[in-house]
């Protein structure tokens, strides 16, 4: 017998009222929450939401008592009668990762709203709403039968499995025979619907046929919240949770491709992911124990070749072109190698420490940890190169033996078995540079590898920690002098009254001096800080200037010397078209 839950949405109070009902087998039964979810490595504690657990049996309440921070004990059961378990959730936190109600719109994540049964977990899953508010919609990428009930074949397939409801809008397309389907919901702007449609299928057409042909999935869906500023997504077995600013939606006179490609690029991301790391998996991840952390150095793999593949499967897809694609490469490198991150701690530590360091990030982030997302993507970039330069073969052929390995026995990757994986499917031993490239701090030497792919990578003083280097067509065209321009050290917010200090850079005047995070700097040398770059420039280097700024209610005085930036930055030239095309 089916495991049931059945929803109702309370908006006004953005809850989300669950009945559970099944059929008890035992006159005890625990039930569990998720203290994670898959695809984001944080304990989230989602059962901090749950509120007002009650059970019933033959309309008798029942025994029922939390035993921990995500567990309740139901005690006292007459085993072959049928369960209620009523309680609410609290939702409401905009993302990808939670729940959120309220009059306009709800999502959810079962890991936030349903409570697993210890030993039902391998049975059928349902779920359908009741009291949806009028004209709403769901969608889902489970199937659903002609009554709206939505059908997971275990409990892993529904955890995998969010739902948005809503008046959203919903655009289908078809891939290799499968349906795709995009639903828009917040601030739909006018857009280009023809050129989002026709770039999408592109997208999901390369990578299928990237992976053999045949879509592992019977359809798949984008979900898509437009609100806010900040573009993210959740990878999903069928189906992905996107949020992106409204202005990133294509308009119709072409004038924000910047925001509209770095949505295609976070939308090829989530749909890779269909196949690395939905499919093909870490070996600790085989299966996912949701009750704690579960520790990989992978994710610089799992991670970081997604990463690598994103904007890639954009210029091979002929959504972009080659020298945008090639800026992106050059703001990786810079993004990593510009900050001291990379010097304190390796891509294994990383991935290994991601739910305390990566995803707990402050201030002092970007001067001791490294993004095993971007610096991950770079050594997906070398171990392409390297592949290509010692054998016939590619990264795409060792992607197509790891699926084709998961199809035949899912085990997932073992922690140390990557370099074996890439010498099967290419017969090029990569071991030490794996080493190197994720045990340790070393630099990845870049400089002679992307030489013979006809690359030209030089180095200079940054014009600040902003600087994100250039690429160009022509190495000539590198030849101009950066101007000078002095820099704090740290990395400002513009806010109506001056600017907000967001990080502190090491080894930088700024904190040399004392400026903190959450200082607000409102003057400098006594005039009104409107503009800090303009106003910087009638500074002599070296030379000792005063910011006056608000810190924790109090008004202080620093004094710094302004210097030239120390930070290096690479700049990345074409030199040789013929090499590049063993690549691009």
């Known amino acids: 017998m089916a495991i049931k839950y059945i929803i109702t949405p309370q908006t006004a109070a953005h809850h989300y009222l669950v009945k559970l009902v099944f059929t008890a087998s035992a006159n005890s039964h625990k039930l569990t929450l998720p203290v994670w979810i898959p695809g984001s490595y944080m304990v989230r ?51 990808i990762r939670s729940a959120f109600l309220d009059a306009k719109r709800g999502y959810f994540n079962p890991t936030s709203l349903c409570l697993s049964i210890a030993g039902y977990e391998d049975g059928i899953h349902q779920v ?64 280009d619907r023809e050129r989002m449609i026709s770039d999408m299928q592109k997208i999901c057409d390369y990578q299928i046929k990237l992976f053999g042909g045949v879509a592992p999935y019977s359809g798949y869906g984008f979900i898509l919240n437009l609100s806010g500023e900040v573009y993210t997504g959740l990878e999903h077995r069928n189906s992905t949770l996107l949020m992106a600013p409204y202005y990133a939606m294509p308009n119709l006179n072409r004038s924000n491709d910047e925001d509209y490609i770095k949505l295609l690029g976070l ?56 020298e945008k694609y090639l800026g992106f490469i050059t703001e990786n490198l810079n993004n990593v190698y510009k900050f001291v991150g990379v010097t304190q701690q390796s891509l294994a530590n990383s991935s290994l420490t991601s739910w305390i360091k990566y995803y707990r ?166 005039v009104k800080l409107t503009n800090l770059e303009k106003q910087l420039a009638f500074v002599i280097p070296n030379q000792e200037i005063t910011l006056t700024l608000f810190r924790q209610e109090q008004l202080l005085d620093i004094t710094l010397e302004p210097a030239v930036s120390v930070a290096r930055i690479i700049d990345l030239a074409l030199t040789d078209a013929k090499l590049l095309s063993n690549w691009l």
């Open 45 to 95: 504690e989602f059962s901090k939401n749950i509120i007002r657990l009650s059970a019933s049996q033959n309309s008798q309440t029942i025994s029922n008592r939390q035993i921990d921070k995500n567990n309740w004990l139901l005690d006292g059961l007459d085993s072959g009668i049928e369960i209620e378990v009523s309680y609410s959730v609290y939702a409401y936190e905009y993302g």
């Open 128 to 191: 359908q709403f009741a009291e949806l508010p009028d004209a709403w919609q769901v969608a889902c990428g489970l199937a659903a039968d002609e009554n709206d009930v939505f059908s997971a074949q275990n409990y892993d397939e529904l955890i995998d499995s969010p739902f948005e409801l809503g008046t959203f809008e919903r655009l289908e397309f078809s891939v290799s025979g499968v349906n795709h389907y995009l639903i828009l919901s917040g601030t739909i702007p006018p857009f």
């Open 267 to 322: 939308i090829s991301h989530e749909f890779f992911h269909t196949w690395n790391v939905k499919r093909i998996k870490p070996q600790i991840f085989t299966p996912y124990n949701l009750e704690q952390e579960n520790y990989t150095k992978l994710l610089w793999w799992f991670e970081g070749v997604t990463s690598y593949y994103d904007d890639l499967v954009l210029y091979r897809s002929g959504v972009i072109n080659q």
């Open 361 to 526: 990030q402050d201030e002092n982030s970007l001067n001791s940890i490294v993004s095993y997302y971007v610096k991950g993507s770079l050594v997906a970039l070398c171990l392409d190169l390297l592949i290509r330069e010692q054998s016939k073969f590619s990264l795409d052929d060792v992607m197509r033996y790891l699926f084709q390995q998961w199809q035949q026995n899912p085990v997932g990757v073992g922690e140390d078995e990557i370099p074996a994986l890439i010498k099967a499917a290419t017969g090029v031993n990569l071991t030490e540079f794996i080493y190197l490239a994720t045990e340790t701090t070393e630099a990845l030497q870049f400089k002679d590898l992307l030489a013979k792919f006809g690359l030209n990578l030089t180095e200079r003083i940054a014009k600040n920690h902003q600087d994100g280097g250039k690429y160009v067509a022509a190495v000539d065209l590198l030849t101009t002098a950066t101007p000078v321009t002095l820099d704090l050290g740290a990395r400002l917010d513009k806010q109506a009254l001056g600017y907000q200090v967001k990080n502190i850079y090491a080894n930088t005047p700024a904190q040399a001096a004392g400026l903190a995070a959450g200082d607000l700097i409102i003057a400098l040398n006594n």
